[in-house]
């Protein structure tokens, strides 16, 4: 699904120079369940945001199912970002002046689906994660828990293939770092590919790789419990 | 401790050019407005009140009423200050001054020095005693004395100066085409408004001895505006009534002498002096009043000109504090007191308001000129704010920059200086949190303030093109004659002229560039002259005023004025010694005549004519009024005016004849001429400068609003650039993302304009009913208003969403 070659990224500010990522070579094939894992500043969130197409690299090659994403133009990617990956952040990062419902249904309204299909989509991802009950709701109104879940209903409620999470319990207590952890296994069990960052060895334990980051390079892999 | 505080403060700002540049500007804007607005309002309050007791100085205003018809107006016969004076002690002092109109210029106002020709716009003569109630500052002469005798004139200081320059004019000679006057005096007007316009005087012993006569004994001959200083006790209600009591005697035994039958009264009226400047429907009053609904008008404006100017100041000032809030929390956990906190940004404030204090007073004082062209004043800062009232005015100006000052200094002060270092250390900056979705927060005052903004925008656009519209209308609307093309020719006071307007006549109809030549009294537009006439003859029929035009024989021809029935005065021969009348319908119907044509109407002095035709309506004064009853009398030897249709498509070789054989019949004579067009747009002319003066506020209002969303959507986009961003991780793209956030304002501009269209509508309807010809209120102009507010906010808040949607969306997501 993915295949990423010499992957480069460099941020320039007045007159130095920062790496970022220095060349990274990634495969990542369908339902996997891949761990990111390295110190602060080594580059992991770069890599999710180059592989979730809202950051462009510095050089190298991103193929997305077989499609070099840097011949395509900026309308392309887009389309193939919105029809493919959903986003799970750290901080959640819903809006603020919308509803549970509505922050869900938004992707879908950008999708152009109809409003009959966008209801019942959004009822079957808020009944699967429990939080229908609160659906009229505002964000602020939630804990940290809940507005994770109500995260990754709107990741998956346009049944992306791809689900990028950056330190998706970072905020959360163990709990409910847990809950999540549980909800993402079970959407992987069920076939969808997963990219997460973590510092967590405890949720890294739930994903099929590991990929290990240093100062922006891979300095390995592994198979975790297969 | 102070200035280590200013000294912070000029490097912030300096930091951030661009939003002090922004702020600066808005409130410098809005204090310019305001300040031009508060010079002219009081300058117009203070008209008239320059006066040693003018608190007891009075004209006498007369309402004229014959065959039910009452009509106001300023003026009063010649001997009614004589007579006033004579007969009441409690009449300390009266003078007269005649009525002229400035826009009927002839030889007399021209005078001769040196043999060189100056051009005096407006003169008039008076008595002796002018100069007594009107204390103005003699620079040379005595103004006690400077109007007793015979050929005296007395000179404004400006008019010194364009004559004689630096030299002394006491005792210099100006000619003009009859006599000689000699310089008696030269009186100071220099900040002292008035309704009185004139640049020279002459003494009123200068007139004919025999006219004198006759005005003295002439209670029905209305040329003089008469003044009056009262003694501090009298009340002026109870005076009001002994006076009418006893002028009615007066033109009782007048009108008895006469041997002529009035239904009608003559009534006098004593009006403060410093109320004439806001007097409106007197008749002949003074061209400079005011209406004082403009004046209100303009109050209001300024007022939300400097409100929208601080609502801004206060926005971009809050906003951008929140913006700093880090840096607030920083100085906080290194020790910062709150009320260090405060001076701080009080003192940023302090600089910034005062800054544009400074700036604005700097730009009214350098504007000034424009500003007086504009509205036809002549008013200095420097003077108005070293008045008693502008040194209050300033003064209170002043406490309110500070009071905005701190304000603005404050509110960061006390609202983020009480926050916990730790809560805007946290990362999220500050956000007001709301716990319901449509609770009371900063940002929802914000936007209600944007809507205050937008509705006054909305409001003075709309006006202003409503305005325009009515303007256009009533310059544009068929006047039931053929206005263009036509020169009229003031002819020279000099009578002898009256000899020489055949021979004139004939040689400017000799080219070919000059269509038809004819001569008038009066003129579409120009002042009207009034009659008395009665249906039957003297003894029986009762007399009614008429507004009257005394015409030569190719007056109806040459306008193009259509006839009903009857004919035109063309048709009637040289030597017919019968008086001929023609009517308008409005007289006709007036006076109730069945078959107008052939019968006769009576004037006072026995004399009697004959109505030999009838036009048809048209309007003869401005598109305020309806067309009233006008009666046209054929005097071919009464040459006020000499009206000369031109070619237009020979307009040079016309103007050029024109002159030459004027030259040749009126040697040393000024030839002054108008368009008549030019002459009938003049009628709108306050119309006019309220238009340029809405449309002056328009642009002052749109530029502060447009400022004022441009900095606060940039503030609150830039605000939710991580919501942005967001957005576009999900699938968003820039069209509907910029939609979503355009979407708010545009809503705000239309519930503005939704709120403030039945008020304009309401005010605006009442100002077109003052023309008795108007524009329909078409729902379009309110539309067109709207629109025209909504495209600038639109665009202005496209450019700060474009710049933030267009960019990368890592670059706000980016860990905190």
Redesign the interface.
Same mark, same amino acid.
């Given at each position: 699904m993915i295949e990423t070659k010499r992957l480069k990224k460099v941020f320039k500010s007045a007159d130095i120079e920062t790496v970022a990522l220095a060349g990274i070579d990634l495969k990542v094939e369908e339902a996997d369940f891949v761990s990111v894992m390295g110190p602060s500043g080594c580059g992991k969130t770069t890599l999710l945001n180059l592989l979730g197409m809202i950051d462009v690299a510095s050089s190298g090659s991103y193929r997305f199912k077989g499609e070099e994403v840097y011949s395509l133009t900026e309308k392309q990617i887009t389309r193939l970002r919105k029809q493919n990956i959903g986003f799970v952040f750290q901080n959640f990062n819903l809006i603020e002046e919308l509803s549970i419902w509505e922050n869900i249904e938004l992707p879908l309204i950008y999708q152009g689906v109809k409003k009959a299909e966008r209801k019942r989509r959004v009822m079957e991802v808020i009944d699967r994660l429990e939080i229908s009950h609160r659906k009229d709701l505002l964000p602020v109104q939630l804990s940290g828990g809940q507005q994770q879940r109500v995260a990754v209903a709107r990741a998956i409620v346009t049944r992306p293939h791809l689900l990028l999470a950056d330190e998706p319990t970072g905020n959360l207590d163990s709990m409910h770092g847990e809950e999540v952890m549980n909800i993402l296994d079970e959407l992987n069990k069920e076939g969808m590919t997963i990219v997460m960052v973590t510092h967590s060895h405890h949720d890294a334990s739930y994903s099929r790789r590991i990929v290990h980051l240093f100062d922006g390079q891979i300095i390995n892999e592994n198979l975790n419990r297969v | 401790m102070w200035g280590s505080f200013f000294r912070m403060g000029f490097r912030v700002l300096m930091r951030q050019k661009n939003y002090f540049l922004l702020n600066l500007a808005g409130l410098t804007i809005g204090i310019v407005a305001f300040v031009f607005i508060y010079l002219y309002v009081e300058n117009a309050l203070y008209y008239d009140r320059s006066w040693k007791n003018y608190q007891h100085i009075y004209r006498v205003n007369e309402t004229y009423s014959t065959g039910g018809k009452a009509e106001k107006m300023a003026l009063t016969p010649y001997l009614l200050a004589d007579t006033l004076k004579n007969n009441f002690p409690e009449i300390l002092q009266s003078t007269r001054l005649f009525f002229t109109d400035p826009s009927d210029k002839n030889d007399v106002s021209s005078v001769n020095y040196r043999g060189k020709m100056y051009d005096i716009p407006n003169l008039t003569i008076g008595d002796a005693r002018v100069f007594k109630i009107f204390n103005y500052r003699f620079t040379e002469g005595n103004p006690d004395s400077c109007l007793l005798h015979p050929n005296s004139m007395v000179l404004s200081t400006a008019m010194k100066q364009k004559i004689f320059g630096s030299n002394p004019a006491l005792g210099k000679k100006l000619k003009t085409s009859m006599r000689q006057y000699t310089i008696t005096g030269v009186f100071d007007n220099k900040n002292r408004p008035s309704h009185l316009e004139f640049d020279a005087v002459i003494s009123i012993t200068s007139l004919d001895k025999q006219e004198q006569k006759q005005l003295n004994t002439n209670w029905f001959w209305l040329n003089c505006y008469t003044y009056v200083e009262f003694a501090d006790t009298v009340n002026v209600r109870k005076f009001t009534q002994r006076v009418n009591y006893f002028t009615d005697t007066a033109i009782g035994k007048f009108v008895q002498k006469q041997k002529i039958k009035i239904n009608g009264y003559m009534h006098l009226a004593f009006q403060p002096i410093q109320d004439i400047h806001f007097s409106q429907g007197l008749l002949y009053d003074s061209h400079s009043n005011i209406n004082v609904t403009y004046l209100y008008i303009f109050v209001i404006v300024a007022l939300f000109i400097l409100l929208m100017a601080s609502i801004n100041y206060v926005n971009f000032a809050t906003a951008r504090s929140l913006k700093r809030a880090r840096e607030i929390g920083v100085r906080k956990v290194m020790g910062a007191l709150r009320k260090q906190l405060m001076r701080q940004h009080i003192s940023e404030a302090l600089i910034l308001t005062f800054t544009a204090f400074i700036i604005s007073l700097s730009l009214v004082e350098l504007m000034t000129p424009v500003f007086n062209a504009l509205v036809n004043r002549h008013i200095t800062l420097v003077h108005s704010l070293f008045s008693g009232s502008g040194l209050v005015f300033g003064f209170l100006l002043l406490l309110f920059m500070l009071l905005l000052a701190l304000l603005s200094g404050s509110f960061p002060a006390f609202v983020l200086s009480s926050l916990q270092p730790v809560e805007v250390l946290g990362g999220r900056g500050v956000?007001f949190?709301?716990?319901k979705?449509y609770s009371f927060t900063a940002a929802g005052l914000r936007k209600f303030l944007v809507v205050i903004q937008y509705l006054v925008a909305i409001g003075v656009i709309i006006s202003t093109l409503i305005i325009f519209a009515q303007i256009h209308y009533v310059k544009n609307r068929p006047l039931g004659f053929d206005k263009e093309n036509v020169v009229v020719v003031n002819s020279p006071a000099d009578t002898s002229f009256r000899g020489r307007v055949k021979g004139f006549v004939a040689a400017l109809q000799a080219d070919s560039a000059i269509e038809q030549v004819a001569t008038a009294s009066s003129l579409p537009g120009y002042l009207t002259g009034k009659i008395l006439v009665s249906t039957g003859d003297s003894t029986d029929g009762h007399m009614q005023t008429l507004n009257s035009f005394f015409v030569g024989y190719h007056y109806f021809d040459l306008l193009k004025i259509p006839l009903l029935e009857g004919q035109y005065f063309s048709s009637v021969t040289e030597n017919d010694s019968t008086e001929h009348f023609i009517l308008n319908e409005a007289a006709v119907d007036f006076l109730h005549l069945k078959h107008p044509i052939g019968s006769y109407l009576y004037t006072p002095m026995a004399k009697k004519g004959k109505i030999i035709g009838v036009v048809k309506n048209f309007n003869f004064s401005s598109l305020h009024q309806q067309v009233e009853p006008l009666i046209f009398v054929l005097s071919p030897q009464y040459v006020q005016y000499v009206v000369v249709r031109i070619n237009p498509a020979k307009r040079q070789e016309a103007l050029a004849h024109l002159q030459a054989t004027w030259n040749k019949s009126n040697k040393g004579y000024t030839m002054y001429y108008t368009f008549l067009d030019k002459k009938l747009d003049t009628l709108y002319s306050s119309d006019q400068k309220m238009l340029s003066l809405f449309f002056y506020f328009s642009l002052f209002v749109i530029f502060i609003s447009a400022l004022g969303l441009f900095g606060l959507s940039a503030f609150l986009i830039e605000q939710r650039s991580?919501?942005i961003s967001?957005?576009?991780? =999900?699938?968003?793209?820039e069209k509907?993302i910029v939609f979503t956030l355009v979407k708010e304002y545009v809503m705000l501009v239309l519930i503005a304009g939704l709120l403030i269209s039945p008020v304009v509508y309401f005010f605006i309807e009442k100002w077109l009913n003052s023309f008795a010809y108007h524009i329909r209120l078409s729902i379009w102009y309110f539309v067109a208003g709207i629109v025209l507010v909504l495209f600038i906010a639109f665009f202005t808040v496209l450019l700060q969403a474009l710049s933030m949607v267009r960019k990368?969306?890592?670059e706000a =997501?980016k860990?905190?």
């Open positions: - | 956000v949190k709301t716990k979705r991580k919501e967001i957005r576009k991780v =999900l699938g968003g793209s509907q990368r969306p890592v =997501l860990y905190e």
